[in-house]
């Protein structure tokens, strides 16, 4: 599966920006999604994860409250909605798609998308 993410943005504190990841190729529907982000210097590190049908979720508790995954299947998309943006999530997010369940390992998904820049100035 192809996966394009896009939606990133300069935003400042505060306020919110919807990420989008398209998935091309084979079936979306029988894949768990999952976002990640990554700091300049910092390893990548787990955000949220959805999945194949939307029934579970799960989030990093930096972010918990704050942002919100979501998957479209008839779109092929999964969505990641963040609110309340601090500068500390400033990164370059990816999302991620593997064929069991929601894992916080960025090791453990099969597919990537090229990453979305979210930077978020004080």
């Known amino acids: 599966v192809q996966l394009q993410a896009s939606g990133g943005g300069l935003v400042q504190a505060g306020g919110s920006l919807r990420l989008s990841c398209a998935a091309s190729g084979r079936t979306f529907s029988g894949y768990t999604m999952g976002w990640f982000r990554q700091a300049p210097g910092k390893e990548r590190e787990f955000v949220a994860g959805?999945?194949?049908?939307?029934?579970?979720?799960g989030y990093a508790d930096s972010v918990k409250g704050r942002f919100t995954i979501s998957r479209d299947n008839a779109k092929n998309t999964v969505y990641l909605q963040m609110n309340s943006l601090k500068p500390e999530d400033t990164a370059v997010y990816y999302c991620?798609?593997?064929?069991?369940?929601?894992?916080?390992?960025?090791?453990?998904?099969?597919?990537w998308g090229q990453g979305t820049q979210v930077t978020v100035s004080s």
């Open positions: 959805i999945s194949w049908s939307g029934g579970i979720t």
């Open positions: 991620a798609a593997r064929v069991y369940g929601i894992s916080s390992e960025y090791i453990r998904y099969d597919f």
